[in-house]
């Protein structure tokens, strides 16, 4: 699908069709995805497990669930649990992540950048230092974690699946995954193929570009040229807002065709 298109078309999937798998071809180029996205000094900070909810029993779905996670857990085929890596600063250095950098010609003299620079003043002086406090740890492996979901996610899209982010009760989720204590978790993504209109009646309602951003100052609006958003609709990123005017009886033939409350 072309890259404005997926961005238009993505939207958080809450019914899929519980009775059909995703297949692993489809999971493996989503975390490939996610493998590629750019991260701060090259360090490996996602840590996604996948795991499949057919192997799960239904006491171990509810377990997972939270006020704002409920019947998706019980339709969604496949749940990527992501994780960060909170030695992932300790780990670069240790693997010399930075230096192949130098190595391969993307960090370079022209920039100021050499095998010393990097061991005296920014492992030394700058990511040492960040790297020994938990707080700023937290923080950028978290941040990191959801650049590499947000890739996730579109490709999930491109690949023709439902998707959507969730909290869940990540105490159960550690404790059955055997997560290791320097991993903390980040979201989890659920993937399966929608049961619902995949564009759900339309993107669901945000403040206007202009209210988003500012240009040259904060307060001085980015307005937005009618011309180029014309382009953006035709190219499928912009659509109508939902709701479409089918959606509640929609909604309704979703709940019982599922079995769901009305
Ligand atoms: C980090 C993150 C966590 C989210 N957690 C939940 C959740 O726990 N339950 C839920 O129903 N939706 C969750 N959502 C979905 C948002 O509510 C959704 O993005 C929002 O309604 C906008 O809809 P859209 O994604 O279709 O554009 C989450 C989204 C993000 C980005």
Known sequence: ????????????????QP???????????????????SRVMNAPYPKPVVVYRKELSEAEVNSFKTPTTT????????????????????????NGTLHGLVDVGAL?????????????????QLLHPLSSSKEIMTTLVSEETALAICQALLCAVDEGLGTQ?????????????????????????????????PQTGGQRPRETLEEMASEGK?????????????????????QDTAPAPWRQAELRALAHMLDLPE
């Open 1 to 16: 699908m072309e890259f404005k298109k997926v961005v238009g078309n993505r939207r958080s999937i809450r019914y899929y």
């Open 19 to 37: 009775w059909r798998d995703v297949e692993r071809e489809k999971i493996q180029t989503i975390l490939e995805a996610a493998r590629l996205a």
């Open 71 to 94: 019947a998706q857990l019980d339709m969604a085929p496949v749940w990527i649990f992501w994780y960060a890596n909170m030695d992932a600063l300790k780990d670069a250095h240790e």
């Open 108 to 124: 370079n003299p022209s920039h100021g950048w050499s095998h010393s620079y990097i061991e005296d003043i920014v492992w030394a």
């Open 165 to 197: 982010l969730v909290s869940c009760n990540f105490a159960v989720a550690n404790e059955m995954l055997g997560v290791p204590s320097n991993y903390i978790p980040v979201w989890v993504q659920l993937l399966g193929y929608p049961a619902e209109d």
């Open 218 to 238: 904060f307060g001085n609006p980015f307005v937005p040229d009618p011309k180029v958003t014309e382009k953006l609709r035709e190219a499928g990123m912009i």
